[in-house]
T-cell receptor
Framework: GEDVEQSLFLSVREGDSSVINCTYT??????LYWYKQEPGAGLQLLTY?????DMKQDQRLTVLLNKKDKHLSLRIADTQTGDSAIYFC?????????FGDGTTLTVKP | KAGVTQTPRYLIKTRGQQVTLSCSPI?????VSWYQQTPGQGLQFLFE???????NKGNFPGRFSGRQFSNSRSEMNVSTLELGDSALYLC?????????????????FGAGTRLSVL
């Protein structure tokens, strides 16, 4: 079956690094994604990683994938107040995405 | 290139009514998927359309239906609205399959339609 799990809340201080974790169960997933949702808005694609990779870096964002443990993480370096939002990890197969419940990131000044 | 456009942004209906939501995908995208987002259930997949055909369907009652037109624009319809249908409805489009492409499964989301059922 398909299931994606995330911790619900994370609070960090401005300038620190944030690490958001996610586990998934569908081992056949080829693509794994991180989305950001701000209040009242849709989902903004932040980054994605293919299952044949174990790391991807994109400016302040670093995605780590442990395929053996089906664990995905998103690290945000130098976290800013504008990074406060809900972050969703997702796996997609055949036009259908399965999302975690989202991690609410709060950045304190 | 314009993003995914959903209309209307906000909608208020009463129980028993029906509603139609519209989604215009990114130009050139032929796959359109719909999701329902609620505080209690999170993001749940409704259905996916590709070239006017429903390719995949989630676990929603038959009151939820959709269609896709030849220009890839999609509509979803909810009949006999219930209070529990109050949600943010999100539409996403994906680029067409392209051999060797690494972007074919990426979904780009619209801002959503917030439906309130009173």
């Amino acid at each position: 079956g398909e299931d994606v799990e995330q911790s619900l809340f994370l609070s960090v201080r401005e300038g620190d690094s944030s690490v958001i974790n996610c586990t998934y169960t569908d081992s056949s997933s080829t693509y794994l994604y991180w989305y950001k949702q701000e209040p009242g808005a849709g989902l903004q694609l932040l980054t994605y990683i293919f299952s044949n990779m174990d790391m991807k870096q994109d400016q302040r964002l670093t995605v780590l994938l442990n395929k053996k443990d089906k664990h995905l993480s998103l690290r945000i370096a130098d976290t800013q107040t504008g990074d406060s939002a809900i972050y969703f990890c997702a796996e997609t197969r055949a036009g259908k995405s399965t999302f975690g419940d989202g991690t609410t990131l709060t950045v304190k000044p | 290139k314009a993003g995914v456009t959903q209309t209307p942004r906000y909608l208020i209906k009463t129980r028993g009514q029906q509603v139609t939501l519209s989604c215009s995908p990114i130009s050139g995208h032929r796959s359109v998927s719909w999701y329902q987002q609620t505080p209690g259930q999170g993001l749940q997949f409704l259905f996916e359309y590709f070239s006017e055909t429903q390719r995949n369907k989630g676990n929603f009652p038959g009151r939820f239906s959709g269609r896709q037109f030849s220009n890839s624009r999609s509509e979803m319809n909810v009949s006999t609205l219930e209070l529990g249908d109050s949600a943010l409805y999100l539409c996403a489009s994906s680029p067409p399959p392209n051999p060797g492409s690494t972007t074919k499964n990426i979904q780009y989301f619209g801002a959503g339609t917030r439906l309130s059922v009173l």
